[in-house]
C-alpha cells in the first residue's frame, strides 16, 4: 500500500484497500440511480460524491491505520458544511446523518456544540483540502416541488437520505465482502404476471368453471376483470377499490397491482396490511401464486435479520439483504412498518424509503388507518403519488371517507374506484342481515349463543370474553383473545375452520382480533356494540362464502346490561347509532360513507395528528425546525405502553431456555414472538406481585408460573398473591 493513497476502508485481513475516491464514485453511482425514479438523481450523485469528505484529513488517515487513534472521529460534518454552502440544504441533512441518523435543523442560533444540524454546521472540521483535487463537484438542479412547503421539504429530505444511506451500504458491502454477496432481487414483473395468469387459470378451471351459475363467483370475476382493465390501462394516481367481504379482493388487488406495474413500468408492488394476525394468509396467497422466491415478508413476525456475527455468505439469506431496502419485486409488510419507516430518522430505518417510489402500494383494510396519525399517514401517501411515481390503492370492503384529506393535501388529484359499481356489486353480495337487539342481559345472550351449533360472538374486552366463555357447555367452545399466544392462536383457528367445513359444533367468543380478514365462516353472529366498521367485519365473518341466504344469516348487535361501551370506543359507537338510524341497510355504501364521515367529524381536526406531526415539519417545535430525529423518537403507531412475558409452553420452552442463557440474538426473539403475550402495565404489576413473573438480567419477563395460562382462556387477568423471581 502506498502511504499517499487516502483510503476509506481497509479489509479485515489488511491486504486490500478501498481509496476514499474510489468509495465516493461508487456511493454516487447507485445514489443517482436509486433517486432518479423521483428526478432527484443529480443531487443525490452530488450527495454521494462528498458524504465521506471528512476522510481526507490526516486525522482520520492515521485513525484508518491505526484503529486505536481519533476514536469517535467525525467524518460527516465536513461534506454537510459545504453542501450546504453551496446551497443543497436537504442533501446537507442526508451527509450529516448517514451514519448517527437523520438529525433535527435546531434554531440558527444553535450553540456550535448542538448535535443538531445548524449547531453542526458551526462546527470547525479537519483539514480535507488534500481531496480537493480529487473531487469533481458541479451544481445540479433540485426538484421544484421540494420548495412548495417544509413538509415536502422534509419528506423529500428523507427519501434522498435513504439513496445515499442505502449507497453507501452497498459499496462498502461490496468492498468489504469481495462481490460474494449476490443480492438476487426476484423475477421480473413480466414474469410474475405470467404466473399469476396460470394460478388464475388453474383457480378458475378448479372452482368457477364448476359453478358456472353461481352469483358470488360471477361478482369475483367481475372484480377481477375490472382490476385488469384498470391496472392495464389507468395512469399512476391514487384509487380505491371498494369490494365486499367475499368478493376476491386479494388476488384481484394483486392483478391490479402487477398489471399496473407491467404498464406503467413501475418496480415493485408493496401490500400493506394492518395486523401481524392476518398477513400469514396473505402472504401465503401471494406465494402460491408467484413462487415462495419473489414474496418478501417484513414484520415484526418475520424480519429475515443478520446475527451479530455479521454477513457472509453462509450464515445470511438472500431475504435478509432483501428486508434491508426492499429490492424484490413483492413486498408484504405492516401499516406500522411503513409508516414509521416514512417518518423515521435512523439509516436501517430508512434505507428501503426510496424503493417506495415508483411503486404500487395496496393498502389493506384501508378503514383501519389510525386516527391519531391519519392526518400523518394520508400525508405521506400523497407525497408518495404526488411526488415519488407512486400508485396507491385503499383497498377494503368499508372504504372511509378520505376524500377530504386528499383534497387537503394533495389538492387536484382525482381517487378514481376500480370497481364498476360498489353499490350493485354490495347489493349482490351481501351475505347478512343486521338484526339489532339492542340492550340484552347476560343470561338472555347465553341461550343465543348456546343453542346453535356454530355461531360467532365478538365482545369488546377480553375478560368479557373469559366470563362468556366459562359460561357455555358442551363440546366446540372456542375463546379467542390476545392473552392467548400467537401460535397457539393459529392451531385454535385451524380447528375452528375444519369444525366448520364437517358441519361440527363450533361456537367462538372472541375479541374483535378475528374481524380483519380472518377467514372464518359462521352460519350466524353476534357482535357487542361498536364502530360500524367494526360490526361489518364482524359480519364479513359471517356466511362469507355465501352458501347461505342473506335472510337466514343474521349478524345481531347488543348491549350487555350494566355494561359501561368503553371511553375508547364511545365516538364509533355514536356515529354508528346515527348510521344505523338513518339506513335501512347499515352495510351499504351509503351507510359506511356517512359513519367515516361521522366519526371522524366526532373526533375532530386535532385527534386526527394527536402528536402534532405535521405542525412539527411545518412549523418547528419550540424553535426546533426540521425535528427528523424528535418526530421519530415519538411517531409510533402502536399508542399503547405494553409490555411482553414470554412463555415456556410447547416450543416456547427450548426458546425460553436459550434466553435464559443470556441469548439474545434477534433471531430468537422473532421465534419467541410466537410464545408472547403483550400486556398493560397494571396487568404485569399483578403477575409481578402475585409471583408469576421471573425477571431476567436483560430485563425480559417470562412466565414462572405456567398454571397462571389456561389453554383455553389463555394468560390470567385475575393472578392471586405470591412473590417475584429476578435473577
Keep these: 500500500m502506498n502511504d499517499d493513497h487516502f483510503l476509506a476502508h481497509i479489509s479485515e485481513d489488511e491486504q486490500r484497500f478501498q481509496t476514499i475516491k474510489e468509495h465516493l464514485e461508487g456511493t454516487a453511482v447507485l445514489a443517482k440511480r436509486f433517486a432518479s425514479s423521483f428526478g432527484a438523481g443529480d443531487l443525490a450523485w452530488l450527495a454521494g460524491r462528498v458524504h465521506d469528505l471528512g476522510k481526507y484529513s490526516d486525522k482520520f488517515q492515521e485513525r484508518i491505520r491505526n484503529p486505536n487513534l481519533h476514536k469517535g472521529l467525525d467524518h460527516s460534518t465536513a461534506g454537510a458544511k459545504l453542501l ?159 369490494v365486499p367481504t367475499g368478493g376476491g379482493k386479494t388476488l384481484s388487488s394483486l392483478a391490479f397491482a402487477l398489471h399496473h406495474a407491467k404498464a406503467r413500468g413501475m418496480d415493485r408492488v408493496i401490500y400493506v396490511i394492518p395486523f401481524t394476525s392476518i398477513i400469514d394468509q396473505t402472504a401465503q396467497v401471494f406465494r402460491d401464486a408467484l413462487g415462495e422466491e419473489n414474496v418478501i415478508e417484513h414484520h415484526s413476525g418475520a424480519e429475515y435479520v443478520a446475527e451479530e456475527g455479521g454477513i457472509d455468505d453462509t450464515n445470511i439469506c438472500r431475504k435478509v439483504l432483501a428486508t434491508e431496502n426492499w429490492d424484490a419485486p413483492v413486498i408484504i409488510t405492516t401499516a406500522v412498518q411503513f409508516f414509521e419507516s416514512l417518518y423515521a430518522s435512523r439509516s436501517s430505518r430508512c434505507r428501503k424509503l426510496h424503493h417506495i417510489a415508483n411503486s404500487v402500494i395496496v393498502f389493506d383494510e384501508a378503514q383501519t388507518l389510525p386516527v391519531p396519525y391519519l392526518r400523518p399517514c394520508v400525508a405521506a401517501i400523497s407525497q408518495l403519488v404526488l411526488h415519488y411515481g407512486a400508485t396507491a390503492v385503499l383497498c377494503t370492503a368499508t372504504q372511509p371517507a378520505l376524500k377530504p384529506l386528499f383534497d387537503e393535501f394533495a389538492p387536484g388529484l382525482p381517487i378514481e374506484e376500480i370497481c364498476p359499481d360498489p353499490k350493485e356489486l354490495y347489493n349482490c353480495l351481501r351475505r347478512t342481515t343486521l338484526v339489532n337487539l339492542d340492550k340484552i342481559s347476560e343470561l338472555e345472550l347465553l341461550p343465543k349463543l348456546q343453542d346453535p351449533r356454530q355461531v360467532l360472538c365478538v365482545v369488546n374486552s377480553r375478560r368479557r370474553a373469559q366470563e362468556i366463555y366459562r359460561s357455555l357447555t358442551g363440546a366446540g367452545n372456542y375463546c379467542l383473545s390476545t392473552l392467548i399466544y400467537p401460535a397457539q392462536r393459529k392451531k385454535k383457528l385451524a380447528e375452528i375452520r375444519r369444525r366448520l367445513r364437517e358441519g361440527k359444533e363450533c361456537r367462538v367468543i372472541s375479541t374483535s382480533l378475528i374481524e380483519a380478514g380472518v377467514d372464518v365462516d359462521f352460519p350466524t353472529a353476534y357482535r357487542e356494540e361498536a364502530g360500524l366498521d367494526s ?73 386526527q395528528d394527536k402528536y402534532k406531526v405535521l405542525d412539527a415539519f411545518y412549523r418547528g417545535i419550540k424553535g426546533n425546525n426540521f425535528p427528523f430525529q424528535t418526530v421519530a423518537q415519538s411517531f409510533s403507531l402502536i399508542d399503547s405502553p405494553t409490555q411482553t412475558i414470554y412463555l415456556p409452553l410447547d416450543e416456547g420452552e427450548a426458546l425460553v431456555e436459550r434466553l435464559r442463557r443470556g441469548e439474545l440474538s434477534r433471531s430468537l426473539f422473532r421465534a419467541l414472538g410466537q410464545y408472547s403475550i403483550s400486556v398493560y402495565p397494571d396487568h404485569f404489576q399483578r403477575l409481578y406481585e402475585a409471583g408469576a413473573l421471573e425477571l431476567l438480567a436483560d430485563g425480559s419477563a417470562v412466565l414462572a408460573i405456567p398454571s397462571y395460562y389456561n389453554d383455553d382462556l389463555g394468560l390470567s387477568l385475575d393472578p392471586e398473591g405470591g412473590f417475584g423471581w429476578i435473577i
Aim: charged share 30%; hydrophobic share 30%; aromatic share 8%.
Design 535 to 607: 360490526i361489518l367485519q364482524t359480519a364479513g365473518r359471517c356466511n362469507r362464502e355465501g352458501k347461505r341466504t342473506p335472510q337466514e344469516s343474521k349478524v345481531h348487535i347488543f348491549r350487555l346490561e350494566g355494561q359501561r361501551i368503553p371511553s375508547l370506543i364511545r365516538q364509533n359507537v355514536d356515529a354508528a347509532h346515527i348510521a344505523l338510524r338513518n339506513h335501512e341497510d347499515a352495510g351499504s355504501p351509503e351507510a359506511i360513507g356517512e359513519y367515516s364521515r361521522l366519526y371522524l367529524n366526532l373526533k375532530g381536526r386535532d385527534a
Design 84 to 242: 450546504w454552502q453551496m446551497g443543497y440544504p436537504a442533501a446537507a441533512f442526508a451527509v450529516a446523518g448517514h451514519h448517527g441518523g437523520l438529525p433535527d435543523g435546531g434554531d440558527p442560533s444553535e450553540p456550535k456544540g448542538s448535535a443538531k444540524l445548524f449547531g453542526r454546521l458551526k462546527k470547525e472540521t479537519e483539514d480535507w483540502e488534500a481531496g480537493r483535487q480529487e473531487l469533481e463537484l458541479i451544481d445540479v438542479q433540485t426538484p421544484e416541488f421540494i420548495k412548495k412547503d417544509s413538509f415536502s421539504f422534509s419528506f423529500f429530505t428523507r427519501m434522498l437520505y435513504s439513496c445515499l444511506v442505502d449507497a453507501d451500504y452497498l459499496d462498502t458491502e461490496r468492498f468489504f465482502y469481495e462481490g460474494k454477496i449476490t443480492r438476487e432481487t426476484g423475477q421480473s414483473i413480466e414474469v410474475l404476471l405470467d404466473k399469476l395468469e396460470d394460478h388464475m387459470k388453474s383457480f378458475e378451471s378448479d372452482s368457477l368453471k364448476e359453478r358456472e351459475e353461481d352469483i358470488l363467483n360471477q361478482k369475483r370475476r367481475q372484480v377481477l376483470q375490472a382490476c385488469i382493465q384498470h391496472g392495464g390501462q389507468g395512469k399512476k394516481g391514487l384509487y380505491t377499490l371498494t
